[in-house]
Structure formats: structure tokens, C-alpha cells
């Protein structure tokens, strides 16, 4: 059976039904509805973790695995995304190779309600996920050069795949920055994540996160970039909070958004 084919039609059939202008749960929910009725074999929301080095650095969970094994048909699983937009971007693909990285699986497709039913496959990225746990040692390099090593290291393992996930103020990817940690710890390196308060009056109006602190008080934060004017925003924003909360020394650390960029580690 083509499973993607199928799909596609049980997908044009709730478009043709609902027509436009539903949250993207409603068509889930109503395609999973037209799967069973056409008997074609899904399981929803599948979770999965994200390891690094043998360490959990975050979590997702797919909106569909097709033809999944408990069902004993032949072929292989293949991961379902499903999006309500117009035009799939890159980052639509990434999150789905995310998925099928995470999940073992060597099949994906992103799946879109839009105007007309978009169905898009999705390639699965040259990268395997070593579950294997890495032991920590004791390190005396200097923090400075050990969080270019681990961010390189970091982005080399991921790659561009998993900074699909951005979040508010331009911060990059969670499972970077626990990914950094996991190399800070197994080098023996202690820190914590920070919120420090913002106060008018001795009232809190608002709040900054740091990703690191050390307890020397150096910092450091994790962000994903685009361009050099968006790491330069950055960077002039970190110097802003080190001054205001009286901070020794701060690290920027920027992934990019493209594999061909660097990473850059910048000392602030």
C-alpha cells in the first residue's frame, strides 16, 4: 500500500468536508477519524526523547506514525507531521527530520492544511543518534575554550535539524543548551540556570534568564542566529544584563540556522 498516497486522499476528503478555517487539532482529530475509516493502520502522538551522549537533553512527540509495526503490515513506519499553513518552510522540515532522527524511522512526509492539501516528504538527515552513555572525566581547561569545543561538538552531532524549535526573544534551541550542559557536567564543570528579577521601586516588572552561571559569576547564553546584525543584537543585549546585575564575565554562544555558517563563541 502507499500509505502517503492514501493519506493524501483521506486528507482532501476532510478538507472537501470541513472546508477552511479550523486550528490544526481540528483536522487532526478528523483525519484520524477518516484513517480508521478507510482502515488504513496510524498511531498518534508517539513520544520519543532526545539523547545526547547518552543523556536526555529534551522530548517531542510525533502527530502520527503511519503503518506502525504493532500492526503487522508490511513496509516500513513513516513519520506524519501535520501543519496548518500555506507553504512548508524549512523549518517544518527539520522538525520532522527531528522526529524521524529520534524515532529510528527512515521515512517522513509533512502534511499541511492549507488552501489545498500540501504532502510533502521529508528526507531523513545522515545523522545517528549514539544512545551510548559517555563517562564523565575531570578537565581542567578553561571554560572559555571548553564551551567552543562543546558547542561545536554540540552542533557537529545535531546538526541544523534540531534548532527548529524557537522560542520568544530569539533564544535558540532547549536541547542545545542542555546538550552544552551535559558537556560542562561530564568535564566536571558546575553551574546552575538563573532568573534574575528586573525592579522598578523595589517592584518586579519583568525577569532575564541566563542558561549558565557559574559560580565564579561568569554566564553564558544560548541563541540560534540568522544573520551577523541578529548576533550583534544579541551580544549588545548580554552586555546590557551583565552591567545590570553586576556580572563578572558572560559568553555568547550562537548556532546557526544554516550548516554552512559557524558557531560562534563570543567573550563578552
Not at 6 to 29: C, F, H, I, M
Not at 56 to 74: H, M, Q, T, Y
Not at 115 to 137: C, F, G, H, M, Y
Not at 191 to 212: G, L, M, Q, R
Request: proline share 3%.
Amino acid at each position: 500500500m502507499d500509505y502517503l498516497k492514501e493519506v493524501k486522499e483521506a486528507a482532501e476528503e476532510v478538507l472537501k468536508v470541513l472546508g477552511e478555517g479550523y486550528e490544526e487539532k481540528v483536522y487532526e482529530e478528523a483525519l484520524a477519524h477518516e484513517l480508521r475509516i478507510r482502515k488504513i493502520p496510524y498511531e498518534r502522538q508517539r513520544n520519543f526523547e532526545i539523547i545526547y551522549k547518552g543523556y536526555k537533553v529534551g522530548e517531542g512527540r510525533a502527530d502520527l506514525i503511519l503503518n506502525p509495526l504493532w500492526c503487522n503490515k508490511s513496509g516500513e513506519e513513516i513519520v506524519l507531521e501535520l501543519k496548518k499553513v500555506k507553504k512548508i518552510s524549512d523549518a517544518h522540515r527539520r522538525q520532522a527530520q527531528v522526529y524521524m532522527v529520534s524515532l529510528n524511522i527512515n521515512k517522513g512526509a509533512i502534511l499541511s492544511f492549507g488552501d489545498e492539501i500540501i504532502l510533502e516528504e521529508v528526507e531523513r538527515p545522515k545523522r545517528n543518534i549514539n544512545s551510548s552513555v559517555t563517562q564523565a572525566k575531570k578537565s581542567n581547561e578553561p571554560i572559555s575554550s571548553l564551551l567552543k569545543r562543546a558547542a561545536n561538538e554540540v552542533f557537529e552531532y545535531f546538526g541544523v535539524e534540531f534548532l527548529y524549535r524557537e522560542t520568544k526573544e530569539g533564544k535558540g534551541s532547549d536541547i542545545f543548551s542542555n546538550a552544552i550542559g551535559v558537556e560542562l557536567r561530564l568535564n566536571g564543570i558546575e553551574y546552575s540556570k538563573a532568573t534574575f528579577p528586573i525592579c522598578y521601586k523595589n517592584h518586579i516588572v519583568s525577569e532575564f534568564t541566563f542558561d549558565f552561571v557559574f559560580p565564579n559569576k561568569e554566564i553564558a547564553n544560548v541563541y540560534s542566529y540568522k544573520n551577523e546584525k541578529e548576533k550583534n543584537e544579541y551580544s549588545e543585549e548580554l552586555k546590557f544584563y551583565l552591567n545590570l546585575f553586576n556580572l563578572k564575565k558572560g559568553y555568547l554562544i550562537c548556532f546557526p540556522s544554516k550548516e554552512e555558517d559557524e558557531v560562534l563563541v563570543e567573550e563578552i
